[in-house]
């Protein structure tokens, strides 16, 4: 069966169990993955809840022995904890690369792998180049040899978190924890328990079926059971995605979205830098520039915020979606089980969550909203929504400036339009943001016009 190239994504590498990720497919990965980090140098695994990732795992294995890569195995953890194995030694020795094996938060048939090389996210032009590497070899025979190293990552990072968070003893607010039968419970109750924080957790058992609700927080009807067990006997309640670098923050007021959340933390932070992804609210770039923050547009996604970060020596970055990740008094990547810890400790100093929130200016804004179309076409709609936009229609909304760091971001005088191309899925994502509601339901109905006529006009 041939490997097909669109396994191959912007910031990782993701398919359907056995359909295009096999033994075939996963032992080439971890060859030629294993030649780009070098022979002789360590190599860290760690997988996440689903049935298919242990033998995933073992063809990756095959791939990177055969590299003469030395491959250290820390078993079912977290994202983050994957990443955090970057940071630490192993009886004298440090790794070179990780790879974490993970779906996040699409369906279970689905998995894939999040890489690290250098404490860089390996991403983009890296990951197409080695597609066209892997595909042109891909009769090439890697054969079994599961030779690892077990490897205890939970534990140093469990220790860490306590140990920043001491202070945090005895946080008297019942918190509830909702971990979607991922894998946020391979370390986070431990924490807790440290901590000796009070708190009631909602589908903990790692489970890659995911029997009780869809393990993504981004998506309103997966927390109603979390919502529930807050109003009858919580303060404070936590959702996470699959993997648990994402994460939903749930008052009894509100759902607060990742971009709101960076307003909360950049509290605590003395003049930060922050970057936010093309999907953030406009008053979040305000807010942070009125306080004397330095707020940045840029690109969605997890690889794309951690390497402008590096750039930037950036203090913390946010996705709408819940992606937060902190380089002030962290290592730059996106963690959730942090982000907890750091907005309990909001509250621990005081901080009013809702009352932050409240105090915001009152904006109307969509959800991401999907439009349905191909691979083949996505980027081709998005390259002629930006020439229609040259010589938009007359009844089209007065433009005041186009942003195409990712897509095409159109400011007009009371709000905003988003539309870009998914580099997941074979979908335009779509978002929109107005003073006014009314106008926030008009820009979305001349842009997608403007959508329609583009996808029409190929």
Not at 212 to 238: R, Y
Not at 450 to 455: D, G, H, R, T, Y
Request: aromatic share 10%; net charge negative; hydrophobic share 40%.
């Amino acid at each position: 069966m041939a490997i097909p190239s669109s396994i191959f994504r912007e910031y990782d590498i993701r398919g359907i169990y056995k359909k295009e990720l096999n033994e075939q497919s996963v032992k080439l990965i971890g060859y030629y993955l294993g030649q780009k980090i070098g022979a002789g140098n360590v190599v860290s695994i760690g997988y996440d809840a689903r049935s298919h990732s242990p033998i995933l795992r073992d063809y990756l294995t095959s791939g990177l022995n055969a590299a003469g890569c030395k491959v250290l195995d820390m078993g079912m953890v977290a994202t983050p904890v994957n990443y955090f194995s970057n940071y630490i030694d192993f009886d004298g020795q440090t790794t070179t690369a990780s790879v974490m094996i993970t779906g996040s938060h699409n369906p279970s048939e689905y998995n894939g792998f999040k890489m690290t090389l250098n404490q860089s996210p390996f991403f983009g032009s890296d990951i197409y180049a080695l597609g066209d590497e892997i595909i042109a070899n891909q009769d090439k025979v890697i054969a079994d040899n599961t030779d690892k190293t077990d490897i205890d990552v939970k534990t140093p990072y469990i220790n860490y978190m306590v140990e920043q968070f001491s202070h945090l003893r005895d946080f008297p607010q019942k918190i509830i924890i909702d971990a979607g039968n991922g894998v946020a419970d391979t370390v986070i109750t431990d924490i807790f328990k440290a901590l000796n924080f009070n708190y009631t957790g909602l589908y903990l058992e790692p489970d890659g079926t995911f029997p009780n609700h869809h393990p993504d927080p981004s998506v309103e009807k997966n927390l109603a059971d979390v919502k529930a067990l807050l109003e009858k006997e919580g303060d404070i309640a936590f959702a996470y995605d699959g993997d648990a670098d994402r994460i939903a923050v749930l008052t009894h007021k509100h759902n607060i979205k990742g971009d709101q959340m960076a307003l909360l933390y950049a509290l605590k932070m003395e003049n930060p830098t922050v970057i936010g992804e093309v999907k953030c609210s406009q008053v979040m770039y305000d807010e942070l520039e009125r306080r004397g923050a330095t707020a940045i547009m840029y690109k969605t996604g997890h690889s794309n915020l951690k390497v402008k970060m590096k750039e930037t020596h950036a203090d913390l970055a946010c996705e709408v979606s819940g992606h937060i990740f902190f380089k002030h008094r962290y290592f730059g990547y996106d963690d959730a089980i942090y982000a907890t810890l750091r907005m309990l400790e909001l509250i621990h100093d005081g901080i009013d969550l809702d009352a932050e929130i409240e105090a915001l200016p009152t904006v109307y804004s969509t959800e991401e909203l999907k439009v349905e179309t191909t691979e083949e076409e996505k980027f081709a709609i998005i390259d002629k929504v930006k020439a229609l936009l040259k010589n938009p229609p007359s009844d089209f909304p007065v433009i005041q400036n186009i942003i195409d760091v990712d897509g095409v971001r159109i400011n007009f005088e009371k709000g905003w339009g988003l539309v870009r191309a998914s580099n997941t899925t074979p979908v335009l994502v779509t978002r929109f943001e107005s003073t006014d509601e009314a106008l926030a339901k008009t820009y979305e109905e001349k842009v997608n016009a403007l959508i329609a006529e583009a996808k029409a006009s190929l």
